[in-house]
């Protein structure tokens, strides 16, 4: 998965200036906003981790050559700012 060379999407934890996850925009079908938790797995499931999101800033890129930005899916990414809390059991 060359997340690197499309558009993607990225938690970074605030309290320890850590990328979560990365993963490219075709694969998520709806942006958190500010106030909502996220829940990932990072080694499967039954390991769930909770994040409730702080910011979500948007970077596009800029073709100079286009002199144009270039659309989300080709080149850009979303910053989800976020920080982890305590998980309730139900």
Do not use: C
């Amino acid at each position: 998965m060359a997340v690197e060379n499309e558009g993607f999407i990225e938690l970074y934890d605030l309290t320890t200036k850590t990328v979560v996850s990365k993963v490219p925009l075709t694969h998520i079908r709806f942006i958190p906003r500010a106030g909502e938790r996220i829940l990932i797995s990072p080694t499967g499931p039954g390991d769930w981790r909770s994040y409730k999101v702080l910011d979500v800033q948007y970077f596009l890129s800029y073709d100079p050559t286009r002199n144009a930005p270039q659309p989300p899916l080709e080149a850009g990414k979303i910053t989800l700012y976020v920080e982890a809390t305590e998980q309730s059991s139900n």
